[in-house]
Structure formats: C-alpha cells, structure tokens
C-alpha cells in the first residue's frame, strides 16, 4: 500500500506532508526525490527509508512491490511528471499546495494528470487535497472555500504557517513529538487520510499512539 | 460482484514507460492543451497584464461586459513547458481553453473594479471553474 506526496509544482510541501505520515503512521519512507530531504530527515530520527533512483525498472518493480504490500509506504516525489511514476501506484496520492494562482493551476494540472493515471491501471487511485504553508488572510480563506467545493478530489484541510514544521524536520521527528497547536491539526488531517486509506477500520487504531 | 476495474500495476507501468519513451506526452492531461500566458498573481492592488486567448473570432467571453477591456488576441509562445514565475510578472502554461476562459472573466473583473483587493467568494468562485469546469469533474 503506498502513500504518496506529488504535485505539479516545486514548494508546496511534498516533503513535509511525507515525514508527517510516515511519523504519524510510523510507515518506511521511499523517497524518490533526487534532492534526498526525506531521506535526510528520516536519518536523523533513524526512520525506515530507502531511496529510490528516478526512471528505473528497478524503482518500478519496488513501487509495485509496496503497492501490493500490506503495509503502508509513504512515498516522497520529486514534483511534475518526473515525480508522476511515484503517485502512479498508489493508494492514495495527497497533492499539498499554496493558495498561489500558480499553485492553483498546478493543482488543476495535477488532478488532470491523476485523472488520467486513474484511466490506466489504477482506478481506485484516491486524491487528496491539502492547503499548505498559509497565513491568516482573506486570500486563504477563499481557497479554503474554493477547495471544499470542488469535487473529484477529498479536501483534507489546512496546515498553517509555523516554524515547528521546520523544527520538526531539524529533529527527524513528527510535530506530535513537539506538542503544540501543529500537533491537532496534523492529527486531524492523518486522521482524514486514515479514513481514505482504511475505511473498514477505526482511524485511531492506525496511528501512532 | 463489483464491475469496477481493478488495479493493473503492468498498464500503469505501460503508461509511464510511453510517456518516458515519448517524452512523457502520453501523461498530458486529456482536453487539448492550449498555450496562454496568464497573470501569476490576482491579488493585486492595481490591474495586471490581461490574459490572452483567442477572442477576435469567438463570443466575448461572459464577465467582459461591464467596460472591461478585451483580451488581447492569442500569441504564439515558444517554450512548450510551463514555466512559473514569481510575483506578478506573466507567466506561461498549458491550458484548455475553458480555464483560460475562467482566467479571462476573473480578470476582466479584476479590472472592472481597479485597486479592489479580491474577496473570498471571488477566488472561490475562480477555484470552483478552475477545478471543476475544466476538468469535467461532476458538481457536488
């Protein structure tokens, strides 16, 4: 079962959604991405991650080996199409993004890539939308509202900008080790993506205690 | 017994190895893209370079009729790959024309009412053709 964080477009949290599952879920991390952050982040905190090289038969036979694994595999993606072969087996694909016009577009971009994944091979390939990094403005909160609006996707909510996702990545640990208000609205999302990943058994029995 | 189709890890991995092997053009998202060059930024106090699409033989799009200026006709842009700008400075994408229609009416509105900071229900209603209209996707 695979996990995966992809978008269309660079910085819009891809990196950051991965550790956050794989802390919350406690699941091994493939990271796709040639820059290796996850990777980093999962050798300071002595996580489980292997890292995977882009445009391999090696890397595909591992993707379709986790996606037909029971346990779940988070997967960190490099972003647009290089990063596609990562979403494209799995489960569930959590597309993070800023409330940019750019962002916004990328997302349009991105769901029309997944919606054409979905039309080869992988049709029970759920999306999952989360707005990242925002501020307290009219502008997010009209994204927020465009968001839950939409339809094809699950519109999982919003993670603020705060400076201990940022500790929380020095550290190699999820905000929940760091308390805060993070620590709820990070379980609240996990929890949203639990539902999605296992919807025959309770959230609370799949996530870190 | 479901008829829903199950997962095919050989037809995805057939998939992505074409759209390698073609420049990864098989995974182009399925209405014809079309170029246009599109404003970066809509918050904005003060109007911004319009978008343009091919308005001289076709309908005014709606929303352009409340002393709006038209858009400007379609240019030809080089560069076939998106290419994302910060600020707001124009930037290049590949669109379908229905979002570049959605764009257009945004601006057009943008400039009706020249340094207005957006409202909510203005970005939301330009997030709801964004992601629902052009991608076909069912309304709620």
């Known amino acids: 079962m695979i996990l995966s964080a992809w978008s269309d477009k660079g910085g819009t949290g891809k990196t950051t959604a991965a550790i956050l599952a794989a ?27 292997e890292r995977l090289a882009l445009e391999s038969a090696a890397t595909q036979a591992r993707l379709i080996a986790a996606a037909e694994s029971p346990e779940l595999h988070v997967v960190d993606c490099p972003p647009g199409r290089d990063g596609v072969a990562g979403m494209a087996f799995a489960q569930l694909v959590l597309v993070p993004t800023r409330s940019g016009d750019a962002d916004l577009v990328a997302l349009a971009r991105a769901l029309a890539l997944v919606r054409t994944v979905q039309e080869n091979g992988n049709p029970g390939l759920e999306v999952a939308v989360v707005l990242n990094a925002i501020r307290e403005t009219g502008r997010a909160r009209g994204v927020s509202q465009g968001l839950r609006v939409g339809s094809g996707y699950k519109y999982l909510g919003e993670i603020k900008e705060r400076l201990v996702y940022e500790e929380a990545y020095s550290a190699g640990v999820g905000v929940a080790a760091l308390g805060g208000a993070a620590t709820d609205e990070v379980a609240g999302i996990m929890n949203k993506i639990s539902e999605l990943l296992f919807p025959a058994f309770d959230s609370a029995a799949n996530t870190a205690s | 017994m479901s008829t829903k189709p199950k997962f095919d890890p050989s037809r995805v991995a057939s998939l992505l190895n ?18 246009a060059s599109v404003p970066a930024s809509v918050d904005t106090e003060a109007p911004t370079e319009t978008a343009t699409t091919d308005t001289d033989s076709g309908p005014t799009p709606p929303g352009l009729g409340r002393g709006a200026a038209k858009p400007r ?25 229905e979002v570049i229609h959605a764009l257009v009416r945004h601006q057009a509105e943008l400039r009706c009412k020249p340094g207005v900071r957006l409202g909510e229900s203005t970005i939301g209603g330009v997030m709801d053709s964004l992601l629902r209209g052009p991608l076909g996707l069912p309304a709620q």
């Open chain 2, 73 to 97: 006709a379609r240019t030809t842009a080089a560069e076939p790959e998106a290419a994302e700008v910060a600020g707001k400075r124009p930037i290049t994408v590949r669109l379908s024309e």
């Open chain 1, 23 to 49: 802390a919350h879920f406690k699941a091994p991390l493939l990271d796709l991405d040639p820059q290796g952050d996850a990777a980093r982040w999962a050798e300071k905190g002595g996580h489980p991650c």
């Open chain 2, 18 to 35: 074409r759209g390698t092997e073609e420049g990864r053009g098989q995974l182009a998202p399925a209405p014809a893209p079309v170029l």
